[in-house]
């Protein structure tokens, strides 16, 4: 909570102030707290959260900082303009979502995020495979439990799915996209066939926990499910923080009546 509370009111610090180009920010303290925003975004999103947050742990007991490998640096930098990509897409749409915009919001050059992705639709590629993938680490250690415990844990998790992202709206926006060029939509396709082939894996190993076997093949109950989660989210205004996600309720009640016997 207390790192939260901290990367929240630096956030809003950091929009009020000019950028990192403005002379204000060349000092040592806001250098620094510019670098411990940085880490927090990535901490949120990024496997090696547990590094960053000690780092920052560090810094605030005053102690003597970690030092950054060239890579651990450059992951940062990736995960400072993916978050930019998500407000700004969330804003404007994939259409009016530039470059320069993305870069503007995340305080770096134009050539920062050229030397981490080879276009615009390479980035926003990345971030969508960044949502999946942390749904479905996510998911495979719920189907993992006991059956007993199973069910809490999921209906938890569906209730509070995409509640700090904009995954739903993303997917709508590339989805048009790779409807308007075929170059963008082979990979974004591949991308998607992934997820549901992995969705798929999850649903039979959750049947099998419930001893109940599959209605329908797990190729297009995944597909449903992946349907009804995205396009139910988008049906319904965006809800207020901390309240349950109704797509989620929904495909929670559909699968407890799939494993009815």
Not at 30 to 52: D, I, Q
Not at 106 to 121: M, P, Q, R, V
Not at 218 to 223: E, G, K, V
Request: glycine residues 4%; aromatic residues 6%.
């Amino acid at each position: 909570m207390g790192d939260t509370m901290a990367t929240n009111a630096f956030a809003i610090g950091w929009h009020d102030q000019c950028p990192v180009s403005c002379p204000r920010l060349r000092s040592r303290g806001a250098v620094r707290s510019v670098f411990l925003f940085c880490m927090m975004r990535a901490a949120c999103n990024a496997p090696c959260r547990t590094r960053y947050r000690t780092v920052f742990k560090m810094q605030m007991e005053n102690k003597r900082p970690v030092r950054l490998s060239r890579a651990e640096k450059n992951a940062l930098t990736r995960e400072r303009l993916l978050s930019a990509a998500e407000s700004v897409v969330a804003r404007l749409g994939y259409g009016g979502a530039s470059v320069d915009t993305i870069a503007a919001e995340a305080g770096l050059s134009k050539g920062a995020i050229y030397s981490n992705f080879a276009t615009k639709e390479e980035l926003f590629l990345e971030l969508l495979r960044v949502y999946m993938e942390r749904d479905t680490a996510e998911l495979e250690k719920i189907v993992k439990l006991e059956p007993e415990h199973l069910y809490k844990a999921l209906t938890q998790w569906l209730a509070t799915m995409h509640s700090d992202s904009d995954c739903p709206l993303l997917v709508a926006e590339l989805q048009l996209h790779a409807r308007r060029s075929p170059e963008f939509a082979t990979h974004y396709y591949e991308l998607q066939n992934q997820q549901t082939r992995t969705i798929a894996r999850i649903l039979r190993a959750y049947f099998s926990a419930s001893s109940v076997g599959l209605p329908i093949d797990a190729i297009d109950l995944a597909s449903c499910m992946s349907a009804l989660a995205h396009g139910l989210s988008l049906q319904r205004p965006l809800p207020k923080s901390k309240t349950k996600n109704q797509a989620g309720r929904i495909i929670d009640e559909l699968l407890n009546v799939l494993i009815r016997k």
